[in-house]
């Protein structure tokens, strides 16, 4: 975004309790949206909306979801649509990855981390693509990790784990 652009209407971060995705609800609600802020941690997410709306005077919601299960999606994309009656703009964050070894980390860490991060997307893309064609128009974007675009986390094979979901999506 740039300074003194304007966003109407409604915009869901996912992952917006801290760092990157709080970053992006306070420039968006800066911008003039109404912001829900969505993760697992309460606590995060109370402090993180109680930040933007004091220093934008924005409209925000809290929701609570655990983007790694459907249930949690559906919650998500429901409780923003129920307050506000609309999303306009879905904004991809959430999902935290750890680094392993390739050839050691366990399948079950894979699929914890890929969860949230690129099914994650998928599922959130798809549950508010109706409402964004629906009602004329929006947004779905998603944030990749700054470590995809360093070269010195390139070729590690530590952090394959780590780049594999970002790549994924």
């Not at 829900?36 to 709306?53: M, W």
């Not at 392993?100 to 399948?107: E, K």
């Not at 599922?123 to 700054?146: E, K, S, T």
Request: hydrophobic share 40%; net charge positive.
């Amino acid at each position: 975004m740039e300074s003194g652009d304007t966003v109407e209407g409604v915009a869901l971060v996912s992952g917006g309790s801290r760092g990157i995705g709080r970053a992006v609800a306070h420039a968006l609600a800066g911008a003039g949206a109404r912001v829900a802020v969505c993760g697992r941690d309460t606590a995060a997410l109370d402090e993180a909306a109680a930040d933007v709306r004091s220093k934008t005077g924005a409209d925000v919601l809290t929701v609570a979801a655990d983007l790694a299960t459907p249930a949690g999606v559906t919650h998500a994309v429901d409780t923003t649509h129920g307050r506000f009656g609309r999303i306009d703009v879905l904004v991809n964050n959430a999902g935290a990855i750890r680094a392993g070894d390739f050839l050691t980390t366990p399948d079950e860490q894979w699929m914890e981390d890929w969860s949230p991060k690129l099914f994650g997307y998928v599922r959130m893309a798809r549950a508010v693509f109706p409402l964004i064609r629906a009602q004329g128009g929006g947004r779905i974007g998603r944030v990749p990790h700054g470590h995809l675009r360093d070269r010195r986390w390139r070729g590690h094979e530590r952090r394959l784990p780590m780049q594999e979901p970002s790549c994924g999506c």
